[in-house]
């Protein structure tokens, strides 16, 4: 025979168990959700189209890439990246952009082929944020692991004005092979 006084005690016993863990994760994921809805009402400085250049090698010589650069809010990331290749259907990747210490950190995934490039930027100044210069690691088109300069520019650049603005830009130590940005 059941005794519905114990179950009615059990459902209680259960109902509080369950309200005290709806309310303990309610109060976690709250400012969480406050905070993911509140960052979809704002903008970021760096949201928008960029022209984005970089040095590699092909065939064992000095190239420069262009690329369109799409940079909008995400849902569960700040900011996401769009990148494509020019000429178009070269390459195309899908990343994320995070601010590190007043950097910013882009990750890429390539998606025709399993390559992950990695960039770092230096913050732009809101507001005075039309150029910007990083540098990269990643492969280059031989399969060769691969590191140089970056730009990115809301305004078209020629090669020229480029090696101008990194000579400026970049230090790099002919005797060690390395560079940095200054």
């Known amino acids: ?3 519905w006084n114990l179950l009615e005690k059990w459902d209680v016993i259960f109902g509080i168990v369950g309200g005290i863990v709806f309310v ?5 994921y709250l400012p969480k ?19 984005g250049y970089y040095f590699t090698f092909a065939e064992g010589k000095s190239k420069l890439t262009l690329e369109k650069w799409i940079i909008k809010k995400g849902f569960r990331e700040n900011l996401v990246v769009n990148v494509q290749t020019i000429p178009a259907g070269t390459l195309s990747y899908k990343g994320e952009v995070q601010l590190q210490r ?45 590191a140089g300069p970056g730009v990115l520019s809301r305004t078209s650049l020629s090669e020229q004005d480029l090696h101008r603005l990194l000579f400026d830009k ?7 092979k390395t560079i940095r940005l200054v």
């Open 24 to 28: 303990i994760n309610a109060i976690y």
């Open 33 to 51: 959700l406050v905070a993911t809805i509140a960052r979809q009402f704002r903008s970021s400085y760096i949201e928008g189209e960029w022209n």
């Open 1 to 3: 025979m059941i005794d």
């Open 170 to 176: 970049i230090q790099y130590d002919s005797y060690l």
């Open 102 to 146: 007043d950097n910013l950190v882009v990750k890429l995934k390539a998606q025709e082929y399993p390559i992950e490039t990695f960039t770092i930027f230096k913050s732009p100044v809101p507001g005075n944020d039309n150029i910007i210069i990083g540098l990269w690691l990643g492969l280059d088109f031989n399969g060769e692991v691969t």
